[in-house]
């Protein structure tokens, strides 16, 4: 026989169910358990005073001694050992009152009917989905209001080209919105025109054409010589729209992915440096100022820079690297540290000294990664004279 734990993880488990069935008109009631389990013979002439006890502890729950919950179906059974006796066949719910109580819902089923109910006022045209999705409905009781106020605003102003924070909806601010994210994409996904959606897009912001934060563009200008901007203005950060407006007379760009490394970088004739922040350097591949420039890139020696420089060159394809080579690791391999790096696939953009040093790193265990920034200024300069000595965009 069940205990009173099972029955009640039992009714707790059909809660879904009976939430459908619910909003749906399905009967539902009554609820049976139907693999209730039944005493054998010979256990109530071994153990007659634990499965009285069994019987007595399913009684005193039953909406026979509480006025609410399950009802219990007894049979009649009349073995050799133990003589005629009354047992439970099953248990079972007649109604939702009855039920709810049981599984102390009450409550939380009376807020779920007036959230259902205000919802699906307003927009109709979500009845499937909470019919398929009700306990959703319930985890954002406590915002519904304002969760709707959003869907009603996009309803309203489709494509509103307006900042997260700009949105004049009373109450919402931009953690809100993050904080719910995933079920305002789910729903405005349903409530709005398709072509008012960017499916290929995560962001809220690029999903629902809303304004997006730009993208900054931070660079130095290495030369002495420059007129672009006023003399002394060398470190700058513009977004990107205004960045591919410039029209540089320099004809090398120089790219780091440390911080450090791009403000350390020396001062080179005819040459920019560009700061590349690792895979967010990837968002260079608009600028078509930079196609006809020479330009040199500088990651860290591991499978990481590697990739990038990869990615990179599929938007500049006579990117050379900087720095990433067999001889400047084994020189400073003492100064390599080591870490877990997982590549998805094998970067396919590499020259064959490159791909051979990518493919060594990937199989060791230890000093796999020579942090660029550990690389002394002094090589650095040495490269830059050497690569002034032999011409700008030629291999070295």
Known sequence: MKSYHEIQNFCLNKYKEFLICNFSNIDF??????????????????????????????????????????????????????????????????????????IDKENEFFILEEDANLMLEKFPELNTWFL????????????????????????????????LRELPIEGIDTKFIERNKSILIEILDIILDSDNILLSEDSIEKRYYLKTKPILIRFRILSDNYSLFPKGVR??????????????????????????????FPNQEDSIIICGGGYSVLNLNQLENLQDKEI????????????????????????KSFLMDTITYQYYSHLAVSTNISIKSIPNNLTRDEFELFDFLSKKQTGNR?????????????KLIHLHTIGYGKSF
């Not at 009781?141 to 969760?147: F, N, V």
């Not at 020579?370 to 040495?382: A, G, H, S, T, Y």
């Open 370 to 382: 020579l942090e660029q920034e550990k690389i002394p200024f002094d090589c650095v300069k040495e």
């Open 132 to 163: 398929e999705n009700p306990s959703k409905l319930i985890s954002i009781s406590d915002d519904l209001e304002k969760i709707l106020s959003i869907f009603e605003f996009f309803k309203k102003n489709p494509r509103p080209n307006l900042y």
């Open 29 to 102: 009631f009554p609820l049976r358990m139907n693999q209730f389990g039944k005493y054998k013979s010979n256990e109530l002439s071994k153990n007659f005073f634990q499965v009285d006890s069994e019987i007595l502890e399913l009684k005193k729950n039953s909406k026979e001694e509480l006025g609410y919950g399950y009802e219990i179906e007894w049979e009649t059974s009349n073995a050799r050992n133990s003589g005629k006796n009354n047992l439970p066949s099953t248990i079972y719910f007649s109604n939702k009152s009855d039920y709810l109580k049981f």
């Open 296 to 319: 040199y890139y500088w990651g860290d020696i591991d499978m990481n820079g590697f990739d990038i420089l990869s990615k990179f060159r599929e938007f500049f394809p006579t990117t």
């Open 235 to 264: 470190d700058i950060s513009i977004p990107i729209s205004e960045f591919k407006t410039l029209v540089f007379s320099e004809k090398n760009v120089f790219i780091t992915e440390n911080l450090i490394n791009f403000l350390s």
